[in-house]
């Protein structure tokens, strides 16, 4: 029985934190780039949540349809936000984080009055499960996990192999090295906080299929992508990965096996304890490897 409930843990621990390892890899792009942590980012999984519920649930269309509505929906607020204001004032990053923070929760709250202020479930997108070693695994936790390490190596891929992404990587080292190459910071900048709201609205939707949402849904994933980039070490693609993995077993076995009431708390535990004995991370700052 007990080895049954363990199995069970480590099962829900390892489908969260491919969802947490898909938020966090946006919040990292943004600051490896452009030096900002985006406080938004919370309302865009939102974005991609709602979307998803209105498309399928209000319109009835298809899940499927649901989910590219909610991810290209949160990739255009990404773009609007960007080419709207962020470019603006992009080198004035305290600036910049008070305006992500009053951004994201305009959005949230513009959802709350005119969407709706209760809870939202959509269908899910799979149904059903299978067993693994008498233990119970839902498909759609399998289909999470599957897409989020297709995503995760896509983006290792993208970074390291492509002509865009080796220009994310020298603007993120140096601005005006790039720019002596003739990379265009402004336009890489723009890539980049469109492909990181678009991985923040596609966890909103299959967060809205796992365990439903709400219009601020977006705020606890928003503390957790931060911890988990200042564990795997703030800029780093391979360290959020890492850390989403830390955080999302350490948060799912202090709740399952301890208490529910801990929720939270041992997260802000362990980034408490990294900021103290090793403040730049993991992995340190980098933007890709």
Do not use: C
Request: hydrophobic letters at 55%.
């Amino acid at each position: 029985m007990v080895q049954t409930n363990i199995l069970n843990v480590i099962i829900n621990a390892t489908t969260i934190s491919a969802l947490y390892a898909l938020i966090a890899i946006g919040f990292t792009l943004i600051f490896g780039v452009g030096g900002v942590l985006n406080f938004a980012h919370g309302a865009l999984i939102t974005v991609g949540a709602i979307g998803t519920y209105l498309v399928s649930n209000s319109l009835g269309l298809p899940v499927i349809v649901g989910m590219v509505v909610g991810t290209l929906a949160a990739a255009a607020v990404g773009a609007v936000m960007y080419l709207g204001a962020i470019q603006f004032i992009e080198d004035q990053p305290v600036t910049l984080s008070i305006l992500t923070f009053v951004i994201g929760f305009a959005i949230a709250h513009f959802f709350r009055i005119f969407v709706s202020s209760g809870d939202l479930t959509v269908d899910l997108l799979i149904g059903g499960g299978t067993t693994f070693l008498g233990q119970g695994i839902r498909y759609i936790d399998v289909f999470i996990f599957v897409l989020s390490w297709t995503i995760i190596i896509g983006v290792f891929y993208f970074v390291n192999r492509t002509k865009t992404g080796q220009a994310i990587l020298a603007t993120s080292m140096t601005k005006k090295g790039a720019a002596l190459v003739g990379v265009e910071s402004k336009k890489v900048n723009l890539y980049v906080w469109v492909m990181a709201a678009a991985f923040a609205g596609l966890a909103g939707t299959l967060l809205v299929m796992k365990q439903a949402g709400s219009w601020n849904m977006g705020t606890s994933p928003l503390i957790l992508a931060f911890s988990i980039v200042i564990l795997g070490g703030l800029g780093s693609i391979r360290g959020s990965v890492v850390g989403a993995y830390v955080i999302g077993f350490v948060e799912t076995f202090t709740t399952q096996v301890i208490s529910t009431k801990l929720t939270g708390l041992a997260s802000l535990v362990l980034l408490i304890a990294f900021l103290l004995v090793k403040p730049e991370g993991l992995f340190g700052r980098e933007a890709a490897e």
